[in-house]
């Protein structure tokens, strides 16, 4: 119960944030960029080891956006000029000319190479179809929902292979569901197509939006786990649960990737506590509300030793009560 793990990506070194724009430049060959994303990936997978973590990421060193990367390898997408994200943060938003397709596997490789470097599970990550198409712009399908089924057809591709090369958990990414309610059942179709028949367990992860009006589509959602923010919002999400029996697990965002402050283990267990109010233990995954890239390396390490002190010492609480239980009973 109460398993520890990250929701994605982690930041970059400053070695390899430097690499990256060298290779842009033409300044650094993909052979010598390559071995640093290596280096940085073996570091992460060390670092998370280190920590404590149950189930751990490959932290994405060698991606920059998250629906950028995948477009970059589909058949079907070209590149806009520099788009705003948020913040300073911009990237350059994919445009569909085409139909999509996947000319070969594109996160499987570099599963395989985290894999390989711990004993524990890591996840296989893929951003949704929803997501893929609500942040592109389209010039080929005749609809949204004609350009959502489409490339979801090509993330299950993704999603198969990772299974069979040994992906136990797999998470399909979908920040865009709670930015546009009104299209929730599209999201549930195209997310369906995804998962349909896996026999890993499948999560998708979203983050900051309008949960009041897409809750009570939650449980619709075609996967085992759902990834939510909670610390950011002082846990006030929970309100949206209590009462209900919510039939899945739930990822429990306990430490706010928009602050530059570490929690502390206090304030975690806190807010561990007020959700197993509400949510059994053996349902509940502990995280950090979101990917950590925009932390400093020293701070999501700080942010990830406190998810999982924190997350420790209630397990250990929890356990105590059952076995003294136990022996009364």
């Known amino acids: 119960m109460l398993l520890t793990t990250s929701v994605g990506s982690l930041p970059k070194p400053d070695y390899l944030t430097t690499a990256r724009s060298q290779a ?8 010598r960029l390559r071995a640093l994303e290596e280096q940085a990936t073996r570091e992460w997978i060390a670092i998370q080891e280190g920590l404590g973590l149950d189930v751990l990421v490959d932290g994405e060193q060698y991606r920059g956006d998250m629906v950028a990367y995948f477009a970059e ?72 929902r004609a350009t959502t089924l489409a490339i979801a057809q090509v993330v299950r591709e993704e999603a198969k292979d990772l299974e ?22 599209l999201a549930i ?56 029996r919510f039939p899945k697990e739930i990822g ?5 990737v928009h602050s530059h402050r570490a929690e502390s283990r206090d304030e975690v267990i806190a807010g561990l506590r007020r959700a197993l109010t509400v949510f059994r233990p053996e349902q509940v995954f502990v995280d950090p509300d979101c990917g950590l890239k925009t932390r400093t390396p020293e701070e999501a390490i700080a942010k990830l030793k406190v998810v999982v002190e924190a997350t420790r010492e209630v397990r250990e609480a929890l356990s105590n009560g059952r076995r003294k239980g136990t022996r009364a009973g």
């Open 24 to 31: 842009r430049k033409g300044e650094l060959d993909a052979k």
């Open 73 to 144: 390898h589909l058949a079907g997408f070209a590149q806009s000029e520099l788009v705003r994200s948020y913040g300073n943060r911009y990237y350059r938003k994919p445009i569909i000319t085409g139909p999509v397709r996947r000319r070969r596997p594109i996160t499987v490789e570099w599963w395989r190479f985290a894999q390989g470097l711990t004993t524990r599970p890591v996840k296989g990550m893929l951003t949704g179809p929803y997501t893929i198409m609500d942040w592109s712009f389209n010039e080929h399908y005749p609809s949204r």
């Open 164 to 185: 069979r090369a040994g992906a136990q958990y797999i998470q399909v990414d979908e920040p865009a569901i709670s930015t546009r309610p009104e299209e929730m059942d």
């Open 189 to 244: 179709e195209a997310l369906g197509l995804v998962t349909r028949g896996l026999r890993a367990k499948t999560i998708t992860h979203i983050c900051y939006g309008d949960f009041q009006t897409i809750g009570p589509k939650l449980h619709r959602l075609p996967v085992d786990q759902i990834d939510l923010e909670f610390a950011n919002r002082n846990f006030e999400l929970l309100d949206f649960f209590r009462g209900r």
């Open 252 to 256: 429990l965002g306990v430490v706010d």
